[in-house]
C-alpha cells in the first residue's frame, strides 16, 4: 500500500488568526524565539487564487515557527475577500485550519483527491511554488494543504 | 530566551472524532499503512482523571498514525464521561483537538502554565507516564498537551 500522497510526513500545522501581530509574538514568548518576519501572499496576479472555482482577490500574512526538524506552525490571517481561510475563520473562529504536505505533481494529487471525495476548495501560486487546499472534513476530519515547489 | 516548556518539538496532532474505526480506517487508506491497534485510556482507578478540577471516570479510544520522524497523528473517540474531549467534540464537532509536547517536569510546567493564562483542563496517568491537557486559546488559539515519560 501507498500513501496517497506519496507521502505520510507532514509539514505544516495551520492556524487561523484575527490578529497576526498579537498572536505572533505570543508564540514567539512561548517558544522563546525572536518574533518572525510576517510575509504576505502574493498579489492576485502573482498568486491566481481560485476559492471553490472562481477567481479570488484574497490574500492571507502568514508566520511561521519551526515545531520540529521538518514542521512549523503556520500562523495565518486573512483579508476579508472570499477564501478557506476567511470561510473558517468566519465559521469557526481562531484555531486550527489544516494540516500540509509537500507533494510532487500537484495536478495528479489534485485528481486523485477529487476521487477519493476529498474535493478542492482553494489553490494559488506562490515564489518558487504552488499550494493547494482540499476538504477531507467527511473521511479524515480536516482540511488538507498540498504543497509543490519547483 | 527558552521555550516555556522548555522544548518546541510537537509530538502530536490530535484529532477528535465521533467513530474511530471508521475514520480510523480512512486514515490507514491514506497514509497507505495497515490500521492501528485501537488503544483504550485507562479505567478511573488507574488513569486518576481530573476534568476541571474534579475527578472524571471519562475514557477515550485512541488509534495513531506516524506523520513525521517524531510526530504522530491521534485519533480520540471520547466517552459520555465529563472531559475535554467530550466537551469539545459536543462543542466543535469532529476535528482537532490539540498538540502535544513531550516535557520533562510535568508539575512544574502545568504551574508555568497556569500563571501564563494557560489554565489547567484535565489530567490523567497512562501506563509509564501521565498527561495534561491546558487551554490555551486565549493567546495560542489551541489547547495543548503536555506529555511525561518515565
Known sequence: MEPILGTNVITQVGILVNDIEKTSAEYA?????????????????????????????????????????????????????PSTWRHDLDQNGEGFHHIAFVVNGMKKYNDVLNVAGMPLLQKGEYPGGRYAYHDANDSLKLILELLEND
Open 29 to 81: 514568548k512561548f517558544f522563546g524565539v525572536p518574533q518572525p518576519e510576517l510575509f504576505i501572499t502574493g498579489v492576485p496576479e502573482e498568486a491566481q487564487t481560485e476559492y471553490l472555482g472562481k477567481p479570488s482577490n484574497a490574500r492571507a500574512r502568514q508566520a511561521f515557527f519551526k515545531v520540529g526538524p521538518n514542521v512549523d506552525i503556520e500562523l495565518i490571517e486573512p483579508d476579508h475577500e
